[in-house]
């Protein structure tokens, strides 16, 4: 779990740093006014999963884009026959320090599962 950067994060206080994606190709689908965005990572061999990452809704700012990722994820098969959550301790991790509040919280898939509670 990176609780550090999530610590840091409570504070209030962050600093944007580049990075490069490495060894995986992606291809993302963010519609501007969901909290979630659906992604598709690709290697040398093709299609390697889906991932749905929850997030706030992309708002346009002087810089660019800004949107704020909600730390738990789906990881979901190529074929779409499987999912699993991906990250439920960072999630649980930054609910306790209030980084998310149950205002983003709500986060459910087919069936109603929380990753969290259940």
């Not at 990176?2 to 944007?16: C, H, N, S």
């Not at 995986?24 to 299609?47: D, H, M, Q, R």
Request: glycine residues 6%.
């Amino acid at each position: 779990m990176r609780t550090e950067a999530f610590d840091a994060m409570a504070t209030g206080v962050w600093e944007l740093a580049a990075a490069v994606w490495q060894e995986i190709e992606l291809l993302l689908w963010k519609p501007p006014t969901a909290w979630f965005s659906v992604n598709a990572f690709y290697t040398s061999a093709g299609l390697r999963n889906w991932y749905v990452n929850f997030e706030r809704p992309t708002c346009r700012t002087t810089e660019g884009f800004d949107t704020f990722d909600l730390t738990v994820d789906l990881v979901v098969d190529p074929d779409l026959t499987g999912w699993q959550w991906k990250d439920e301790d960072e999630y649980a991790h930054v609910r306790r320090l209030g980084i998310i509040t149950d205002s983003h919280s709500d986060i459910r898939v087919p069936g109603g599962r929380d990753p969290i509670t259940d």
